[in-house]
C-alpha cells in the first residue's frame, strides 16, 4: 500500500500537481491585467512564457464576448 510519500513520487501525482499549478495561474491572469501589469511582467511573475499568457488572454477575451 501506498504511504504519502510514495504517492507524491508517483508519475500521476506530479503530473495533477503541474496542472493544477498551471491553471491556477492561468486563472490569475485577468486580475493582473487589471492591476496594470504588462504581458511581459505577469510572464515573469508567474514563470510562464509570454506566448501562454498572450494565449490565456486571448481565450479569456473570447469568453467575455460570448
Known sequence: MFGL?????TR??????????LKTK???I???LKMG???QQIAEAL???IEVVQQAI???SKKESE
Open 5 to 9: 510519500t510514495e504517492w507524491r513520487q
Open 12 to 21: 500521476f501525482y506530479q503530473e495533477v500537481q503541474e496542472e493544477t499549478q
Open 26 to 28: 492561468l486563472e490569475t
Open 30 to 32: 485577468p486580475r493582473l
Open 37 to 39: 501589469l504588462s504581458v
Open 47 to 49: 514563470e510562464l512564457n
Open 58 to 60: 486571448k481565450q479569456q
